[in-house]
């Protein structure tokens, strides 16, 4: 099972940018670019919420409307990592943001599809 590792999170402005990344490791037997790739979030007393999408070969990508125009998902599977720029941020994306990996062809939406999870980093925006 890949694992993910995420970084890149912090406390910054209303208004202000941040770049998360994720990297995945253990592809035994497997390429990063088997894997479609999410963003998700989760603030305290929310359920999780799916931020981006973006298909195997960084093609297609898909956004949360919450976050559209403001996030880009990309990917990078020659070092086997996938970010989440974030711009133009607000207090309610205040979160806790998650990267994962869906292995099969369910819905890039549903957290439930996905096959592995990265531990999570804080993003703090104040106002």
């Known amino acids: 099972q890949v694992q993910l590792v995420e970084s890149g999170g912090g406390l910054v402005q209303a208004g202000g940018s941040l770049r998360l990344s994720c990297a995945a490791s253990?592809?035994?037997?497997?390429?990063?670019?088997?894997?479609?790739m999410g963003w998700f979030r989760q603030a305290p007393g929310k359920e999780r919420e799916w931020v981006a999408g973006i298909d195997w070969g960084g093609r297609y990508t898909y956004y949360g409307e919450s976050v559209k125009g403001r996030f880009t998902i990309s990917r990078d599977n020659t070092k086997n990592t996938v970010e989440l720029q974030m711009t133009s941020l607000k207090p309610e994306d205040t979160a806790v943001y998650y990267c994962?990996?869906?292995?099969?062809?369910?819905?890039?939406?549903?957290?439930?599809?996905?096959?592995?999870w990265g531990q999570g980093t804080q993003v703090t925006v104040s106002s």
């Open positions: 253990g592809l035994t037997g497997r390429t990063f670019s088997s894997y479609r």
């Open positions: 994962a990996a869906i292995l099969g062809y369910g819905s890039i939406m549903n957290g439930g599809h996905y096959d592995s």
